[in-house]
């Protein structure tokens, strides 16, 4: 006989099932460069290669326009 046993006793030796944690995301700033840079818009991405990658797919930026894109973490 158990005395005293919490309901959820069987769960303490159960090992926890931790769930895959996703890349954390931070949001990027564009801009392209031109004679002043020009503002396009943010992306949510894990790094600045990737913020770039996803920037040109967003804003369908060619060769010439993806060279001069710029991309800065928000604060």
Do not use: C, H
């Amino acid at each position: 006989m158990v005395a005293n046993r919490s309901p959820l006793a069987y769960l303490w030796g159960m090992p926890s099932k931790k769930k895959p944690t996703a890349a954390k995301l931070r949001n990027w700033r564009v801009s392209i460069l031109r004679q002043r840079a020009e503002y396009l818009g943010t992306v949510e991405a894990a790094d600045a290669k990737a913020a770039e990658v996803l920037a040109a797919e967003t804003f369908k930026l060619d060769g010439e326009r993806r060279k001069r894109l710029a991309v800065r973490a928000e604060e």
